[in-house]
C-alpha cells in the first residue's frame, strides 16, 4: 500500500514539473491582441456614439 502511494507522490511532482516548464508567451500575445481588439472596438463605438449625439 505505501508503494502504491509513492507511485503517486511521484507522478504528481512529475505532473507538476510539466506545469512549470510550459512556455505560455504565445497564449499571453493572443490574450493582449484579443483584449486591444476589444478595446478598439469599445473606442470606436463610444466615439461613434458621441459624434452622432
Known amino acids: 500500500m ?16 510539466n ?3 510550459l ?3 504565445g497564449t499571453f500575445m ?3 491582441a484579443i483584449g ?3 478595446l478598439l ?4 463605438a463610444f466615439i461613434l456614439f458621441m459624434e452622432r449625439m
Open 23 to 25: 512556455d505560455l508567451r
Open 2 to 17: 505505501s508503494e502504491e502511494k509513492d507511485k503517486i507522490k511521484k507522478e504528481e511532482k512529475h505532473n507538476e514539473d
Open 36 to 38: 486591444g481588439l476589444m
Open 41 to 44: 472596438s469599445w473606442f470606436g
Open 19 to 21: 506545469h512549470h516548464k
Open 30 to 32: 493572443m490574450v493582449m
